[in-house]
C-alpha cells in the first residue's frame, strides 16, 4: 500500500511539473510573439514576425501596424474637432443643428424640423440629466403648450455633390432659413410625456414652441437628448485625444485642412502651421520628419513611405464621411529623426528586438511534455482499475468512502480557482490586471499558478475516476441522497394505509400547519407558501400518473390495442390502476388477434374450397352443355338434364357468390371512385331485369326526384348491389303485386346532401325473423328454403355499400320488406 502510495504520488508530481513546464513554454512564446503597447484606447496587442527581424523598424510591420492604429485615431480626433472647434479651438457657442446632428450619417429632406442650441448648453444638459414629467392633457391643455404652428429649416444648398452632406450643408454660414407654417391638427386629450427645457435654443425657445403635434414634440426630444449625450461622449474623448497627440506628448504629426464653400479650416497639433502657411511646403515639412503619409482625394493624390495604403486610408475616413468633404488635404507623419517624446512608437521600438527565436522547437518540446503528461495519466488510471479489481475480491474498505463526490469535485476547484484569485487580487492591488501579462516575470507566475491548478484537475480527474471503478459514483452522491429522501417522503405518504388515512389524516394536518404558520407571522406565511407549492407538486404528479392513464385508456378505445401506461414512474394505487388497464389492453389485443385469425382461417377455406369445386363444376356444365346438344329422344332424359343444367349453374352462381363475399369481408377488392348519375344507372338495371319482372308479374315503379342525382361510387360494384337487390326482389316478392323504388336528396346530420334510394316490395313468404339477420351470410328471409338463392346476396350488396362510403339500412313491417342505401351527393 505504501509503495502504491509513493509511486502514485510521484507520477502526480511529475505530471504537475510537466502542466508548469507547458504553461511556461506557451506564455514565454506568446511574450516573444507578441506585445501589448499602450495607446489612446488602452493597450494593443502587436504580433511580431520573424521576417522584420532582418528589416530596419520603421520599415517592420509592428510599426506600420502601430502607425495604422494612430492614424485611425488621428481621423476620428479631426471628425471629433470638426464638431467641437472654430477656428482651431473649442467653441462653447458653436451652433448645433440637433436633427442635422443625429442624422449626420443619413441624407435629409431640404425642409425638416430641428432646434439649433449652444455647444455649452448641450453639454451641460447631458451632464444634469434630462428630466420628463407625465400629466394629462385636455384638448385645451395641448392647445397652451404647444405651438399653433411648426417651424421648418430650410437649407437653400443642400448639395451632396463633392462628398457634401446634410449635416455639412447645415454648418455652412448663412445657409439656412427658418419658416413656419400653420398646425390643423386636433391635439388628443390623454397622458403625455413632456421634457423639462433646462436650456432653451439660441432664439430663446423651448421644444415646444417649434412644433404643432405632441408626434413631432417626442421625435425633436429624442433628437436633443441624443445629440447631447452623443456630443458629451464626444467631448470627453477629445479632451482625451487632444491631449494624447499633442506635439510635445507623440511622435505623430498631422495637419489636416478641409475646403466648403470657400473657406478652409485647418486642424493641427504642429503650433508653427495653425497660422498663416503662404509660402511654406507642407509635404516638405511631414517627408522631413521621417515616415509620412500624404492623401487628397479631390486631387486624387496619395503619397507615403510607409506600408499603409491608400485604401486603408480612405476606408477610414469612411466611417467619417459626415467630417470629410472631398475636398480635403491629410498629412500624416511620424518624426523618426528623434523620437522626442515616449508613445505607442517609442514603446514598438523598445520591444522590437524582443521577438522569441526557435519557437517551432520549443512547440514540439511542449507536445512532448503533453504526451508524457498523458502516458502517466493513462499508467495512473491503470493503478486505481487494478487496484479496484483486487479491493473487489477482497472486503478491504474503499478509499475516499466518506467523501461525496460532489466534494471530491467542489475541493479540485476550489484549489484550481486559489492561482485565478490570487491574480485577480494582484490586478486590483496595483489597479491594472493586464500588467501582470506585460511584465518579463509573467511566464514564471503563469507557470506557478499552473503547477497549483493542475494539482485540482487532477484531484477531481483521479477522484472521480476511482469512483467510477469502484462503482460508487452515484452511491456516494449528495444529490443521490437527496432525491432519495424526497422520494422516500412521497412514497410513504401515498403507498401506505387505506383511503381514508391517506386522504383525510394528511388534509386534516395540512390545514392545522397551515394556520399554525399563519399565527407565527410573516415566516411562517413564507414556510406555509413553501409547503403549498410541495403539496401542489404531489397533487400535479398524482394527476400527472391519471392523465398517463387516460391517455392510454383513450388510445385503447380508439383501436391501439398495443398501447401500454409505463409504471415505473407511477405512485401509490395508480400503479394498480395501470395494471389493470395493460390487462385489459393485453386481453382485447388477444381477443380481436384470435378472431383475426379466425376470419383469416374461414375466408382462406371458402376461397380454397370454391377454388376446389369451379374446376370440376366447369367441367360438368361443360359436359351438361355438350349432352344438350346431341339428339335426345327421352323426354325423360332431357328432363334430368335440364335439372342437371339449372343446379349446376346455381351452384355455381353460389361459388363465385362465396368468393365475392370472402373477399369483401377481408378487405381484398378494389374501389374506384367516380361520379355516377344513380338515376340512369337504376334505369339499365330495371331494363335488364325486365323479363324476369314480367315472368313474375310484378310491376316496376321508379320515381325519382330527380333526373340526375349524381353520387361518387365504383360503377361495378354499385351495379352489383343493385342487382342483388332486384334479384333479392325477382326471388322472393309476392307475385302481382307492385314493387315501389325511390330516389330523393336529403341532408345528413353532418349537414352534407345525400342521395337515398329505397326498394319497397311485398314478400310472398312471412318474415318471421330479424332485419338485422337478413344481412348475414347465409341468412334468407325463406326459412323452408323453397325458393332459389344462396342466402349471400344481400350481405354482399351491404357490404359493398359501406366499402363505398354508403350506408345499407332494412326494414320490414310486416310483410313490407324495404331496403335504403344511401350515398354523399357528388359535388
Known amino acids: 500500500m505504501k509503495n502504491f502510495a509513493l509511486k502514485s504520488t510521484t507520477v502526480r508530481i511529475i505530471q504537475h511539473i510537466l502542466a508548469a513546464f507547458i504553461a511556461f513554454v506557451v506564455s514565454y512564446a506568446i511574450i516573444g510573439t507578441s506585445i501589448m503597447i499602450q495607446g489612446i484606447n488602452g493597450y494593443y496587442s502587436y504580433n511580431l514576425y520573424e521576417s522584420d527581424r532582418s528589416r530596419s523598424y520603421e520599415d517592420s510591420y509592428l510599426f506600420n501596424n502601430i502607425l495604422g492604429n494612430n492614424v485611425s485615431d488621428v481621423l476620428r480626433l479631426v471628425a471629433l474637432r470638426t464638431q467641437l472647434e472654430t477656428g482651431g479651438e473649442f467653441d462653447e457657442k458653436k451652433q448645433i443643428d440637433v436633427t ?133 461622449a464626444n467631448y470627453e474623448e477629445y479632451l482625451n485625444s487632444i491631449k494624447y497627440y499633442d506635439y510635445l506628448n507623440s511622435n505623430l504629426r498631422y495637419y489636416v485642412t478641409r475646403t466648403m464653400n470657400g473657406k478652409t479650416s485647418v486642424y493641427t497639433n504642429v503650433s508653427e502651421l495653425s497660422g498663416e502657411t503662404t509660402g511654406k511646403d507642407i509635404k516638405a515639412i511631414f517627408q522631413d520628419y521621417g515616415r509620412y503619409i500624404y492623401y487628397c482625394p479631390y486631387d486624387i493624390q496619395y503619397e507615403t513611405n510607409t506600408l499603409i495604403k491608400e485604401n486603408v486610408v480612405r476606408s477610414i475616413i469612411k466611417n467619417y464621411s459626415y467630417a470629410y468633404p472631398d475636398q480635403i488635404k491629410i498629412y500624416i507623419a511620424v518624426d523618426t529623426n528623434s523620437y522626442g517624446a515616449v508613445d505607442s512608437f517609442t514603446e514598438g521600438k523598445q520591444n522590437f528586438s524582443k521577438y522569441m527565436p526557435y519557437r517551432n522547437q520549443m512547440y514540439i518540446l511542449c507536445a512532448i511534455a503533453a504526451i508524457i503528461y498523458l502516458i502517466l495519466m493513462s499508467v495512473e488510471m491503470r493503478r486505481i482499475s487494478r487496484k479496484a479489481l ?52 509573467f511566464p514564471m507566475i503563469c507557470s506557478a499558478c499552473v503547477f497549483v491548478m493542475n494539482i485540482g484537475l487532477l484531484y477531481m480527474i483521479y477522484g472521480i475516476y476511482k469512483k467510477v471503478k469502484y462503482k460508487t459514483l452515484w452511491k456516494e452522491s449528495f444529490l443521490r441522497t437527496i432525491v432519495n429522501a424526497a422520494r422516500n417522503l412521497i412514497i410513504n405518504t401515498t403507498d401506505n394505509g387505506n383511503v381514508i388515512i391517506r386522504t383525510w389524516i394528511p388534509y386534516i394536518f395540512f390545514v392545522a400547519f397551515n394556520l399554525l404558520l399563519f399565527r407565527m407571522g410573516l415566516a411562517g406565511i413564507v414556510i406555509a407558501l413553501l409547503l403549498d407549492i410541495i403539496v401542489g407538486v404531489y397533487l400535479y404528479r398524482q394527476n400527472l400518473d391519471r392523465d398517463k392513464i387516460i391517455h392510454v385508456i383513450e388510445n385503447i378505445k380508439n383501436g391501439d390495442l398495443k398501447a401500454k401506461v409505463d409504471i415505473t414512474e407511477l405512485h401509490a394505487d ?96 378494389s374501389i374506384e371512385l367516380s361520379k355516377i348519375n344513380f338515376v340512369e344507372l337504376v334505369n339499365q338495371t330495371i ?15 321508379f320515381k325519382p326526384e330527380l333526373q340526375n342525382m349524381e353520387i361518387t361510387a365504383d360503377a361495378r360494384h354499385l351495379w352489383r348491389v343493385i342487382e342483388n337487390l332486384l334479384n333479392n326482389v325477382c326471388k322472393y316478392a309476392l307475385s302481382g303485386t307492385r314493387v315501389y323504388l325511390d330516389m330523393h336528396k336529403e341532408e345528413s346530420e353532418e349537414g352534407k346532401e345525400r342521395v337515398v334510394f329505397s326498394i319497397k316490395n311485398i314478400s310472398a313468404s312471412e318474415l318471421n325473423i330479424d332485419s338485422d339477420e337478413l344481412t348475414e351470410r347465409f341468412i334468407r328471409g325463406d326459412v323452408s328454403r323453397t325458393t332459389e338463392g344462396s342466402g349471400l346476396g344481400l350481405s354482399i350488396a351491404k357490404n359493398l355499400t359501406v366499402a363505398m362510403g354508403g350506408t345499407f339500412d332494412i326494414r320490414l313491417d310486416g310483410d313490407l320488406f324495404k331496403v335504403i342505401i344511401g350515398f354523399d351527393s357528388a359535388e
Not at 331494363?687 to 315503379?701: A, P, R, S, Y
Open 100 to 232: 442635422a446632428y443625429v442624422n449626420r450619417s443619413a441624407t435629409l429632406s431640404g425642409d425638416y424640423i430641428t432646434a439649433v442650441y449652444y455647444l455649452s448648453d448641450l453639454l451641460k444638459w447631458a451632464q444634469s440629466g434630462f428630466k420628463y414629467e407625465t400629466s394629462y392633457f385636455s384638448e385645451e391643455d395641448g392647445d397652451k403648450f404647444l405651438s399653433t404652428s411648426t417651424t421648418y429649416t430650410h437649407l437653400n444648398s443642400n448639395m451632396h455633390s463633392g462628398g457634401m452632406s446634410t449635416y455639412l450643408n447645415s454648418q455652412l454660414p448663412g445657409n439656412s432659413m427658418t419658416f413656419a407654417i400653420s398646425g390643423n391638427t386636433v391635439k388628443g386629450e390623454g397622458e403625455h410625456t413632456y421634457l423639462d427645457s433646462r436650456y432653451q435654443t439660441v432664439d430663446g425657445k423651448n421644444i415646444e414652441d417649434l412644433v404643432s403635434t405632441w408626434e413631432e414634440y417626442n421625435l425633436l426630444c429624442s433628437y436633443v437628448e441624443e445629440a447631447a449625450k452623443d456630443l458629451l
Open 390 to 441: 483486487d479491493d473487489a475480491s477482497t472486503p478491504e474498505t474503499v478509499p475516499v468512502k466518506n467523501m461525496y463526490t460532489e466534494g471530491i469535485m467542489l475541493i479540485g476547484l476550489i484549489i484550481m480557482a486559489v492561482p485565478v484569485l490570487g491574480i485577480i487580487g494582484a490586478g486590483l492591488y496595483t489597479d491594472s490586471i493586464t500588467s501582470i501579462f506585460r511584465h518579463s516575470y
Open 574 to 669: 395508480n400503479i394498480n390502476l395501470a395494471e389493470a388497464v395493460n390487462s385489459i389492453g393485453e386481453g382485447i389485443d388477444k381477443a380481436v388477434d384470435t378472431s383475426m385469425k379466425d376470419e383469416k382461417l374461414k375466408a382462406d377455406l371458402i376461397t380454397n374450397v370454391s377454388h376446389d369445386i369451379k374446376t370440376p363444376l366447369t367441367s360438368i356444365i361443360n359436359y351438361v352443355d355438350l349432352i344438350k346438344r346431341e339428339d335426345i329422344q327421352n323426354e325423360r332424359v332431357r328432363e334430368y338434364v335440364d335439372i342437371l343444367e339449372n343446379k349446376s349453374h346455381k351452384l355455381k352462381q353460389l361459388t363465385e357468390d362465396l368468393v365475392e363475399a370472402s373477399k369483401i369481408s377481408s378487405g381484398n377488392i
Open 687 to 701: 331494363g335488364e331485369f325486365f323479363e324476369k319482372f314480367e315472368k313474375k308479374k310484378l310491376q316496376i315503379i
